[in-house]
């Protein structure tokens, strides 16, 4: 009997400690609702926070106020000293038309014959080392840009691989390039390549009559997957160029009146003179002050209590902003 007990006792003792590092866990893992912002729940609660349209939305965004533009990137994507954990290495080089002195034709002369043949919807002169079957007149907008491959300059050895995107605003030259790995493209894609032993000895070069087959292959989704995935990123990137002026700044008078939004539509919000109101299934969530700042951002509230937009659409019907502290895209529809 003395034994029985001893065990009883234990299976009790047992219990009760487990009950307790359950009720300790359970604890640990709940956070009071008080650790975040009243409108920060509110934000939570709307749905907005699941707005995340594509994976363009949760990139990085650089911006450059003077040349007027904005471009998203993914984060592993090494840009200048901003390192990434990626292959690919983005540049944008910004420089007003007036101070140029560059080569390859990045100079002033040749820019102020460019931005007049873009602007006519023309290609333009050659800048750098473009290969010709890759040479595009690429629409950003309501702006014209060239687009096109370097795969070689100066010699016969050497192997580059960069695409680019060079075009003008507000009187500054702006080239985007995306450069990928040369030895890992190499390996990945021999049947683009030879030697040249007199020149280059064991070195693997271009062969130059498949460097059109390499740029169609490309253009039709039928390269090698390593060169293939940087080829497209690069498409994307583009794809997310925001081009802005005084000229095609929004109005913002058009923002006054309710919106609803098209990721949920018990998400309202309204903007009533200097008040930007939140409502959810139509009861109120927060309201507070809020001003245009640089031309495009929407900064609704102040200090920690402070939420920054940038408005990338505005119409009479339609409203995109990306909710910068999260990188969120929201759109809506202006309700009737």
């Known amino acids: 009997m003395a034994k029985t007990s001893k065990v009883i006792f234990l299976i ?6 487990l009950g307790v590092v359950s009720f300790l866990t359970k604890s640990s893992n709940s956070l009071p609702d008080n650790q975040i912002s009243k409108e920060e729940q509110a934000f939570n609660d ?16 650089y911006e450059d106020k003077d040349a007027g533009f904005s471009i998203k990137y993914p984060g592993d994507i090494n840009f200048g000293t901003d390192q990434g954990a990626g292959p690919y290495m983005l540049f944008i ?14 100079d002033k002369e040749t ?5 007049a043949s873009l602007e006519s919807g023309q290609y333009g002169q050659n800048v750098d080392f473009p290969l010709e079957s890759s040479k595009t007149l690429k629409k950003i907008g309501s702006t014209n840009a060239q687009e096109f491959m370097v795969l070689a300059r100066f010699e016969v050895c050497d192997v580059t691989f960069e695409r680019k995107l060079y075009f003008f605003n507000n009187n500054y030259q702006l080239v985007i390039t995306l450069s990928g790995p040369k030895d890992s493209f190499i390996a990945g894609g021999p049947e683009y390549f030879t ?17 059109n087959q390499f740029y169609n292959d490309l253009k039709n989704n039928k390269a090698p997957q390593i060169i293939q995935d940087w080829f497209n990123i690069f498409d ?6 925001e081009i802005y002026n005084k000229e095609n700044s ?3 008078a058009l923002l006054q009146g309710k919106w609803v939004s098209l990721g949920d539509a018990n998400s309202k919000i309204e903007f009533n003179n200097a008040k930007k109101i939140d409502y959810y299934q139509d009861e109120k969530l927060s309201e507070d002050n809020f001003e245009i700042q640089d031309g495009k951002y929407l900064v609704v509230g102040s200090g920690e209590n402070e939420f920054k937009y940038e408005i990338t659409e505005l119409t ?8 910068l502290s999260r990188g969120n895209t929201l759109k809506y529809q202006k309700s009737e």
């Open 12 to 17: 009790i003792v047992l219990i009760a400690v």
């Open 46 to 61: 709307s749905g907005q926070a699941k707005a995340i349209l594509d994976e363009t939305d949760l990139w990085k965004i």
């Open 93 to 106: 080089e910004s420089k007003n038309v007036d101070s140029l002195e560059g080569t390859m034709g990045y």
């Open 111 to 115: 820019a102020l014959k460019n931005m």
């Open 195 to 211: 030697t040249d032993k007199e020149n280059c000895g064991d070195e693997k070069i271009w062969n130059f009559e498949k460097q």
């Open 236 to 241: 994307k990137i583009i794809g997310t160029v």
């Open 250 to 252: 929004p109005d913002f």
């Open 316 to 323: 009479d019907k339609n409203l995109t902003m990306i909710y």
